[in-house]
């Protein structure tokens, strides 16, 4: 049986670059004879609308997508338009589709399945994403109303079995990484296999994205790496990738050069957790870029590292590195020692300041309201911005939400904390609500943008 398979994404996402999960699992698929049709719905939205509305793709206005009540106001997606998107994808008369589900993209994604769903066309739909694992994780299984079956973590492996069990005619089985719902019984495990050696990845191809559309013209996304190998208490990214895997020197640089052939593009994005995972790639990416004169521009996150000294940072601009976004999170050490994070204040002090030296002006995230995080720990974390804002170009504040599998969910009872959701929880002795974290993120703000360069971003997480 010939098997068509639809990849979608629905707004809103980042409409900077072409999604890099989707052009890897069309690739991926691609190499294994199967027919794939992708439809970037969020970049066709963006682009649509007018000038004034494209700012609620900023991340200051995710909540707009996060709420429903709010994501209902303000109708950007609106009925004619899932009309529209529907009659799109069934005219490609595909078996599955699959959607990727991200947290500010999911009321968006039910509604366009909801009207596949009631199509009754016989197409299979498949749910993946990191949204769909939180979900799974928070026992929210009503996406099973929407869909046939959960890909869990990484996608290319399980998708690429659902696939095969279509094609022959069989029912879908639950297995690692693919859950199923039968007799109102889940089945499967979020546990997955993991593609050890991701060089053997195929390289993603964009001809299947409308570059032209995307809002920073002549970039396309990269990665160095899957995985983090940090170990923060609060961070989802570490349980989605479940460990760090990194990819060989010769390998990026092969794909950089292709892109840099076949799109005339030399600006890269790093999609990674984090660059600086494994920091002897990172040198030898940065020699052998600078050895052989490889023009290539790249930035993205970065862990605090005691060994980023200005020399290395120095060997980092010279080898095209634009921009550093580092996790920081708070200026206290009481609070990073909560965290599980592996530095101290001095050494960010020292990194933030190296990194100005070598000719980069870092961005920084901040994160407020870690259980234990109080008056004098929010204090120490001002007193930081005050210090280091001369070296920073911007700030980009958050505040905790408690995802599903990390340290700080599953100790949840423990840590004293009444659970509502990610976002509407509290410990028990009222000192940490949802009312005090917006309060500490207003007056933080206060001193970003009296302090550094560059207005900060203020995103719900």
Same mark, same amino acid.
């Given at each position: ?71 209902n106001s303000i109708n950007l997606v609106n009925e004619s338009i899932i009309r529209e998107w529907v009659g799109q994808i069934c005219q490609t008369s595909p078996q599955i589709i699959g959607f990727s589900l991200l947290s500010t993209n ?54 690429? @079995?659902?696939?095969?069990?279509? !094609?022959? $005619?069989?029912? #879908? *089985?639950?297995? =690692?990484?693919?859950?199923? %719902?039968? &007799? ?57 990738? @479940?460990?760090?895997?990194?990819? !060989?020197? $010769?390998?990026? #640089? *092969?794909?950089? =050069?292709?892109?840099?052939? %076949?799109? &005339? ?55 095209g590195c634009k921009q550093i976004a580092y996790g920081i999170e708070s200026g206290s050490q009481k609070v990073l020692n909560l965290m599980h994070k592996d530095y101290d204040v001095s050494t960010i002090d020292r990194i933030l300041l ?32 005050k210090r280091n804002g001369q070296y920073v170009s911007y700030v980009n504040i958050s505040i905790l939400g408690i995802e599903p599998f990390t340290d700080v969910y599953e100790n949840r009872i423990k840590m004293n904390i009444d659970f ?42």
């Amino acid at each position: 049986m010939k098997i068509k398979v639809v990849l979608v994404i629905c707004p809103q996402v980042n409409p900077d670059r072409p999604p890099l999960s989707l052009a890897y699992l069309t690739t991926y698929l691609a190499k294994r004879n199967i027919e794939v049709v992708c439809f970037d719905f969020n970049i066709d939205l963006y682009f649509r609308v007018d000038d004034k509305k494209k700012n609620l793709w900023d991340s200051q206005c995710d909540i707009d997508w996060l709420d429903e009540n709010r994501y209902n106001s303000i109708n950007l997606v609106n009925e004619s338009i899932i009309r529209e998107w529907v009659g799109q994808i069934c005219q490609t008369s595909p078996q599955i589709i699959g959607f990727s589900l991200l947290s500010t993209n999911v009321y968006s994604t039910l509604r366009l399945a909801k009207e596949i769903k009631a199509k009754n066309n016989g197409a299979r739909i498949i749910f993946g994403g990191p949204e769909t694992y939180r979900l799974f994780g928070l026992g929210n299984y009503g996406i099973f109303d929407y869909a046939d079956a959960l890909v869990l973590g990484e996608g290319e492996e399980s998708l690429y @079995k659902i696939i095969s069990y279509i !094609s022959n $005619d069989k029912k #879908i *089985e639950p297995a =690692e990484g693919i859950v199923v %719902k039968e &007799n109102d019984i889940l089945l499967g495990y979020d546990r997955f296999n993991l593609i050890s050696n991701i060089d053997e990845m195929p390289f993603p191809d964009y001809d299947v994205f409308p570059l032209y559309k995307y809002k920073e013209k002549g970039q396309l996304p990269l990665i160095f790496s899957r995985g983090c190998i940090g170990r923060c208490a609060f961070c989802f990214e570490r349980v989605y990738w @479940k460990r760090f895997r990194c990819r !060989s020197v $010769d390998n990026v #640089i *092969e794909e950089i =050069e292709l892109m840099k052939r %076949k799109y &005339n593009i030399w600006c890269f994005s790093l999609n990674d957790s984090l660059m600086n995972g494994n920091i002897r790639f990172l040198s030898e990416f940065c020699d052998r870029v600078i050895s052989e004169g490889i023009q290539v521009g790249w930035w993205g996150m970065a862990r605090i590292d005691s060994r980023m000294t200005e020399e290395f940072l120095i060997k980092m601009v010279k080898a095209g590195c634009k921009q550093i976004a580092y996790g920081i999170e708070s200026g206290s050490q009481k609070v990073l020692n909560l965290m599980h994070k592996d530095y101290d204040v001095s050494t960010i002090d020292r990194i933030l300041l190296n990194t100005y030296r070598a000719g980069i002006k870092p961005g920084i995230n901040l994160m407020l309201g870690f259980p234990g995080e109080e008056e004098e720990d929010f204090q120490q974390t001002c007193e930081l911005v005050k210090r280091n804002g001369q070296y920073v170009s911007y700030v980009n504040i958050s505040i905790l939400g408690i995802e599903p599998f990390t340290d700080v969910y599953e100790n949840r009872i423990k840590m004293n904390i009444d659970f509502k959701d990610a976002t509407n929880w509290k410990t028990r002795d009222r000192k940490n609500t949802y009312q005090i974290r917006i309060e500490r993120a207003k007056r933080l703000a206060e001193v970003v943008n009296k302090y550094v360069e560059k207005v900060f971003n203020f995103a719900n997480t």
